[in-house]
């Protein structure tokens, strides 16, 4: 049994799925039909046959409402004649027959049995002169005398045969036909699976995610189960693309963004290498420079590698009350920006509320979203924080009193290395929003921002509460 699993094993490894389904459907639909047609072969037979021994019955039942004592002549049991019955009568005491052992028909002791009543009547399969014949024996009513009919069987046989050969022939075409079939299924059936398997090579060679397999036109609620196959790798083809793409366009802006602290990094510490030919004075304000730049890159470095990140550790999620944590934010923040006005409202409803989080992730969101807001306000002017509870939501609100956002530039804050005119002069790296969104995402918030009305910008941060 191993080795036949072996071997079967090794054929379908060797096999191509197309020649595999091919074979396999071919194969049961030839099934069905040679077991149709040998079914029709022994259905076919036994009708004739049972029409045969229905003839030889009533031929019988006929014989013995007309003979009386009379006994048939020799020619009765000829048999020569295909469509004529042989006939003879043979009593149940060999010493009473009138023709001694000489008889046309054979006469055993079965057919003396029938005759004495001590056997129920039957049919046979004999050769009289030297053509096949089929017999029916049975006895005469109240008589010790038993009656033998026979009709040649030859015209059976040959009607056999030749359904024999024409169902052989039936059966041959249906092999064919099915093994056409089963190309046809195979080819009609794997074409999406064959286009899916050559986008898939043709990505792997040209590492191009731009490829998509052609799908039937139709409704949705049509397609079968390899066109959804095929619909569910164009949409995973999508995601690669989207992602590769992204993957490119942040390597080429941190690229971009790095090169100019690096540059400056390197001037300084040349500068700082001939520090024999600066000056105190010098030489202090180029070590302020570099220190000042090292921690601008470690920043873009930390915040690129955050970025990195598309989900929260499930280790470190743990219950956390965003009330307490805006309120750590907001302490931090006016520690870090003294001359900012920060308020806090917080409904009493939303204080003791908790949501499933990592507390430092969270907290890294609300102190992006206040140093932004700080960033953009003027000296002196307020940044506003609240947080509600709206239906099954937390709703955490940061708004400055700064130039706002401008309508061109609202649906790219939240990109990465993005800056309006107004911010490029503002220190930072252009990552800080766009690290808040991922964050938000991942705890499945939506952030979102919008023009404040009165001036200024508004972040909204949506929680969900339950």
Not at 125 to 132: F, N, R, S, Y
Not at 209 to 227: F, N
Request: aromatic share 4%; glycine share 8%; hydrophobic share 45%.
């Amino acid at each position: 049994m191993t080795g036949h699993r072996g071997l079967g094993a090794r054929w379908r490894r060797r096999r191509p799925l197309r020649t595999r389904l091919a074979l396999t459907a071919s194969a049961a639909v030839a099934l069905v039909a040679v077991g149709v047609c040998a079914a029709a072969f022994v259905i076919i037979s036994y009708q004739m046959t049972r029409q045969l021994e229905l003839d030889l019955a009533q031929t019988a039942t006929q014989r013995l409402q007309q003979t009386r004592d009379w006994g048939p002549t020799a020619s009765d049991a000829s048999c020569r004649y295909q469509a004529v019955p042989c006939v003879q009568i043979v009593p149940a005491d060999p010493a009473r027959d009138p023709r001694g052992g000489y008889r046309a028909l054979p006469v055993t002791t079965a057919t003396r049995e029938v005759a004495d009543g001590r056997r129920t009547a039957y049919y046979s399969e004999l050769t009289v002169a030297g053509q096949p014949v089929r017999m029916y024996t049975t006895r005469f009513p109240g008589r010790h005398q038993a009656l033998q009919v026979a009709l040649r069987s030859d015209t059976v046989e040959r009607g056999v045969r030749h359904a024999a050969w024409a169902l052989s022939a039936v059966g041959a075409a249906g092999v064919l036909l099915a093994g056409a079939l089963g190309y046809w299924v195979s080819r009609t059936g794997l074409a999406p699976v064959a286009r899916l398997t050559a986008t898939a090579e043709r990505i792997a060679a040209t590492r191009d995610a731009r490829h998509r397999i052609e799908l039937p036109a139709g409704p949705p609620a049509r397609e079968d189960e390899v066109t959804r196959l095929a619909a569910s790798f164009n949409a995973m083809l999508g995601e690669l693309e989207e992602s590769v793409t992204a993957r490119r366009r942040l390597v080429a802006d941190a690229s971009h963004e790095l090169r100019t602290p690096l540059t400056a990094l390197r001037t300084n510490a040349e500068l700082l290498a001939r520090a024999d030919r600066l000056t105190d004075a010098q030489r202090d304000r180029a070590a302020a420079a570099l220190g000042r730049q090292l921690r601008e890159v470690t920043t873009l470095v930390n915040d690129l590698i955050e970025l990195a990140r598309d989900e929260e550790p499930r280790p470190l999620v743990e219950q956390v009350r965003p009330a307490a944590l805006l309120a750590h934010a907001v302490g931090a923040a006016r520690g870090h920006w003294p001359e900012i006005t920060f308020t806090s409202d917080v409904d009493p409803d939303a204080t003791a509320l908790t949501v499933p989080g990592v507390p430092a992730r969270l907290t890294r969101l609300l102190t992006n979203l206040l140093d932004n807001a700080a960033k953009f306000s003027p000296p002196g002017g307020p940044v506003d924080t609240e947080l509600r509870l709206v239906s099954d939501e937390l709703h955490l609100t940061v708004r400055d009193h700064g130039p706002g956002i401008a309508p061109g530039d609202l649906p790219h804050v939240f990109d990465r290395f993005y800056r309006a005119e107004a911010a490029r002069a503002l220190p930072g790296s252009g990552l800080g929003l766009a690290m808040a969104r991922q964050i938000a995402r991942a705890h499945g918030a939506e952030l979102t921002a919008e023009a404040a009305p009165g001036g200024g910008a508004l972040f909204r941060l949506r929680i969900p509460a339950h």
